[in-house]
């Protein structure tokens, strides 16, 4: 349906800032909503941002919030993750995701781009 495209990942000192960048081909009528998840070894895939594709509805997990910040360029296809005050703990490979549904699972992943912050 979609398909996704991440850069923009990694080596940042603590406290630097760093922003991701997700290209969208396809389908892209469809998306309803994008998101960034980010997986570290050992850890379980934890979503980080996500927002509609249509109008400005974000939700952030706490461990981010007022560090990180979705948004998207629609005439460009393009999603972003700009990451601010960044901590060692934000290392992880990061995914660009959309949902093709109005309700479901996000069903088209990028490969994902590596972040890792140095302490």
């Known amino acids: 349906q979609v398909q996704l495209v991440e850069s923009g990942g990694g080596l940042v000192q603590a406290g630097g800032s760093l922003r991701l960048s997700c290209a969208a081909s396809g389908r892209t009528s469809g998306i309803v909503r994008i998101a960034w998840f980010r997986q570290a070894p050992g850890k379980e895939r934890e979503r980080v941002a996500a927002?509609?594709?249509?109008?400005?509805?974000?939700a952030y997990a706490d461990p981010v919030k007022g560090r990180f910040a979705i948004s998207k360029d629609n005439a460009k296809n393009m999603v972003y993750l700009q990451m601010n005050s960044l901590k060692p703990e934000d290392t992880a490979v990061y995914f660009c995701?959309?949902?093709?549904?109005?309700?479901?699972?996000?069903?088209?992943w990028g490969q994902g781009t590596q972040v890792t912050v140095s302490s």
């Open positions: 995701a959309v949902r093709n549904n109005i309700v479901g699972d996000y069903d088209s």
């Open positions: 927002s509609t594709w249509t109008g400005e509805l974000t």
